[in-house]
């Protein structure tokens, strides 16, 4: 951890480094490590998603608790960093307090990100858009936010609007119900479902997406360990919804699980227990949903998402409360994807040089596009940490210096 605000710093990813000496550079691994920016929430990076992609530079979408804040900070061709915007979630839209693990999406077709938070004692607060922010809110009851996915969803059937198209939008789970924001002028009342397993609910803890031709199917991460397939029908049904396919994996997923899309066919599972800090990776078959290769179960595991390099998918790990040089600081682990599977040991491991106890390395992760090219981007706390160029363990490049002009 630094004491000096937007320090330019290195960090390595090899694990067998010694986080004493500043040997980072002869390695080529680059870091950026930016401390909070001048925004009001006391604990900054709880969350982060890719913003807006496509030309040169990247953006980045931080979220901070303590008073909530949504913020994009841009970075330059160059790899310098601003505070591009901020907004107090309170002040302008009544969400005072963020969920302990918010859910923070990217929409697979464009620019925008979506926010799911708990809002007031009958509703769901969705904040859409790319820079301007568009508020939703879903009237569920009870109102938690419990998972959410984008979903291209199929054509509306409700009376006076049958056949109308809908855009691609977040559907969300609030314990044993799923609803949409898909309809502009939604009907009274606003559809919901019940999804169920032989007339059992689920309580989903990871919702996802697969596509289905002209639109998509829904999968569910139930919280007994089931992974379902449900028909895309299911955000305006009007009854009980059962599953098309189902398979168990073997581990009952907690709050802030995810499905995480590989491709078309491909998903991973990231899962973890609140109460014994178990965490599970695995690769699913998103048509069939068999098992591909065995599970990853390391523990401490908080966060996940997908980075794509060089014609490679890896997953990004996040284990924050893992020791590193005797201290509580985190680490983040990127385990390569095969068509067998998830790799069982890690390709690249990623800590801060100068760990601190409870820093929280690993959050949060995601991969930010920048000038072309995917990023490994960390938050920790009040810190948010920019793989610029980066190795993996054997010494080859996961991707090479990717600042213009460097």
């Not at 691994?29 to 709880?46: A, H, L």
């Not at 419990?146 to 855009?167: F, I, M, N, S």
Request: charged share 15%; hydrophobic share 40%; net charge negative.
């Amino acid at each position: 951890m630094r004491t000096t605000t937007w320090l330019m710093l290195a960090a390595s990813t090899i694990a067998a480094c010694s986080w004493t000496q500043f040997d980072d550079l002869q390695r080529e691994t680059w870091v950026t490590s930016s401390e909070k920016p001048d925004v009001k929430s006391s604990d900054f990076g709880v969350a982060i998603q890719r913003g807006a992609r496509g030309g040169d530079g990247g953006t980045l979408v931080v979220l901070g608790a303590g008073q909530a804040t949504y913020s994009e900070l841009v970075y330059d061709p160059r790899g310098e960093v601003s505070l591009a915007a901020t907004l107090e979630l309170n002040t302008q839209y009544g969400i005072g307090n963020l969920d302990a693990q918010p859910i923070l999406l990217a929409d697979p077709t464009s620019d925008d990100v979506a926010l799911v938070v708990s809002s007031g004692a009958s509703s769901i607060a969705v904040l859409t858009g790319a820079g301007e922010i568009t508020l939703h809110q879903l009237f569920l009851s009870p109102s938690t936010a419990d998972a959410a996915t984008y979903l291209q969803p199929p054509p509306r059937t409700d009376p006076g609007h049958v056949g109308e198209a809908q855009p691609v939008a977040p559907l969300i789970a609030s314990a044993d119900y799923v609803a949409g924001t898909f309809y502009t002028n939604p009907p009274n009342p606003q559809p919901r479902c019940k999804l169920t397993d032989t007339g059992n609910t689920i309580a989903p803890r990871a919702l996802g997406a697969v596509s289905a031709g002209a639109f998509d199917d829904v999968l569910a991460w139930g919280a007994g360990g089931k992974l379902y397939r449900y028909p895309g029908s299911v955000f305006h049904c009007t009854t009980a919804q059962g599953p098309s396919a189902s398979i168990d994996t073997g581990f009952a997923p907690g709050h802030g699980s995810q499905i995480l899309a590989i491709d078309g066919g491909r998903v991973v599972l990231q899962g973890h227990h609140d109460a014994d800090d178990a965490g599970f990776l695995q690769v699913f078959n998103a048509t069939t949903l068999a098992p591909v290769g065995g599970p990853i179960s390391l523990p401490k595991l908080r966060s996940a998402a997908i980075l794509n390099s060089h014609g490679t998918s890896y997953v990004i790990a996040g284990y924050p409360t893992a020791i590193v040089d005797g201290k509580t600081s985190g680490e983040v682990m990127l385990f390569p994807i095969s068509a067998a599977g998830l790799d069982a040991m890690p390709a690249a491991t990623f800590s801060d040089a100068q760990p601190d106890d409870n820093e929280a390395f690993g959050r949060a992760v995601t991969a930010m596009p920048f000038n072309g090219t995917e990023l490994v981007a960390i938050a920790a706390n009040n810190e948010i940490f920019m793989y610029f160029r980066a190795n993996l363990t054997d010494g080859t490049a996961l991707y090479d210096e990717t600042r213009q002009g460097r």
